[in-house]
């Protein structure tokens, strides 16, 4: 046990802030905290991940931790993204709400009373944030935003309008349920819902515009985003049943190949039987379709019974989300 555990033993919120060179804005954001949680009279924890910095980042993480006993810090010996920062502050959180905040003060702490009581008061699992006034480009930023969180709203089918709001709060259950990996931040609320935390709610936000610095991600995040959607859905819906959608799609490919097969078959007998003309079966494109269609069949077939073999190979086959024993 630390002093900072002796001082501050159990936190009413903890505050996890991926920082990757963010220097300039950090003491302004953990002062912020530190008046709002004062100020509503909750007990937070604020942790940092330093996320590979160069720019003294670190340094300013261990002022602000010796001077302000409720900041911890955390450092990463090299550049691993938000995704990683995100799952280290998770598994280090102890308190009944976990937050997450971006460290660029685009995020306003002012919001966090009022999402710590949609959470503990109306009983959300999760509420995200909404940006719906933005300070940001609106060709490189807003209008790429708005199509990607409809994307991931059809697909996924959480109404939310503001998907990858650096803004959130949790229980403290759905973080430690949840890993976060990858590029996998952006997309919490899916494999919350997944994981069987179906409370998910969201509240209008402040955006502030960027104080400091530059952003850190690009417009590759979106072809980045998709990619890691499409993967979600996959694993949180066939990783433990590969063959369900393997094997019906081989079932179906090969199915479909037969029949066209059988088709030119019979074309061709029925043909030989009346004296007509017909072109050999071979000869024809719809064979070679049908023969892509039944070897394509067969190897999805066997790619979802490998994928079961693996699946009930690994140690957490039967490692299943338990919401309450009595």
Not at 18 to 25: D, F, H, I, K, L
Request: aromatic share 12%; hydrophobic share 45%; proline share 4%.
């Amino acid at each position: 046990m630390t002093d900072k555990d002796i001082i501050n033993p159990v936190p009413d919120v903890s505050i996890v802030i991926p920082a990757y060179n963010e220097a300039e804005s950090l003491p302004d954001l953990v002062a912020w905290i530190s008046r709002v949680c004062q100020k509503a009279v909750l007990r937070p924890e604020i942790i940092i991940i330093d996320d590979g910095s160069n720019d003294g980042s670190w340094d300013i993480i261990k002022k602000l931790a010796w001077d302000n006993p409720t900041v911890r810090g955390i450092r990463f010996r090299r550049n691993y993204g938000k995704s990683a920062a995100l799952h280290i502050g998770f598994k280090t959180a102890s308190g009944a709400v976990v937050f997450t905040m971006d460290a660029d003060l685009q995020d306003s702490p002012d919001e966090i009373p009022d999402m710590y009581e949609m959470i503990l008061r109306d009983g959300f699992d999760l509420v995200s944030g909404w940006k719906k006034k933005r300070h940001d480009p609106v060709f490189t930023k807003r209008i790429p935003s708005k199509l990607y969180n409809w994307v991931t709203s059809k697909m996924s089918g959480i109404r939310l309008h503001d998907m990858n709001c650096g803004l959130k709060a949790y229980k403290a259950d759905v973080v430690k349920s949840v890993e976060v990996y990858g590029e996998m931040h952006r997309y919490i609320p899916v494999m919350a819902q997944k994981a069987g935390f179906k409370r998910i709610g969201e509240k209008i936000v402040e955006h502030r515009p960027r104080k400091y610095g530059v952003t850190k991600f690009g417009l590759e995040r979106f072809v980045f985003g998709l990619l890691d959607l499409l993967t979600i859905l996959f694993i949180t819906r066939y990783g433990r049943r590969p063959m369900h959608l393997f094997g019906t799609l081989g079932i179906l490919s090969f199915v479909i190949g037969f029949i066209i097969t059988f088709l030119l078959i019979f074309q061709k007998l029925w043909a030989l039987k009346n004296h007509h003309v017909f072109r050999d079966v071979t000869d024809q494109p719809l064979f070679y379709l049908a023969l892509t269609l039944v070897i394509l069949g067969v190897q999805l077939f066997l790619s979802g019974f490998l994928g079961e073999l693996i699946s009930r190979s690994t140690s957490d086959r039967n490692d299943y989300q338990v919401a309450e024993v009595i």
